[in-house]
Nanobody, 125 residues
Framework: QVQLVESGGGSVQAGGSLTLSCAAS????????MAWFRQAPGKEREGVAS???????RYADSVKGRFTISRDNAKKTHYLQMLNLKPDDTAMYYC???????????????????WGQGTQVTVSS
């Protein structure tokens, strides 16, 4: 069973940058669609960025041009580079692994069956 561990969260000022990492333990299948979701207090968890089996990506409109998702299958790790951070980006960020039948990039929460424990990102104005 895939286990996911996030790292790289922290506190930054608006305009700053952070890079999150998600390491998969045990068996990792490169067929998985991988994604990052976030959840702010009082809000639903939302998809932020996703990368499919072939490297295709998909982003939420709110982060396009600022966030970049990438994966390194050899290291069983995927990343979320976040630039020009805004206070609205403040949230708990979760990495997720999709069902094996979801090979394309997806931001649908129902498509993901494995979740990390989350890493906090706080952006101050």
């Amino acid at each position: 069973q895939v286990q996911l561990v996030e790292s790289g969260g922290g506190s930054v000022q608006a305009g700053g940058s952070l890079t999150l990492s998600c390491a998969a333990s045990v068996y990792f299948d490169s067929r998985y669609c991988m994604a990052w979701f976030r959840q702010a207090p009082g809000k639903e968890r939302e998809g932020v960025a996703s990368i499919g089996r072939d490297g295709n990506t998909r982003y939420a409109d709110s982060v396009k041009g600022r966030f970049t998702i990438s994966r390194d299958n050899a290291k069983k790790t995927h990343y979320l580079q976040m630039l020009n951070l805004k206070p609205d980006d403040t949230a708990m960020y979760y990495c997720a692994a999709g069902r094996t039948d979801i090979y394309y990039p997806s931001l649908e929460r129902a498509h993901f069956t494995r979740w990390g424990q989350g890493t906090q990102v706080t952006v101050s104005s």
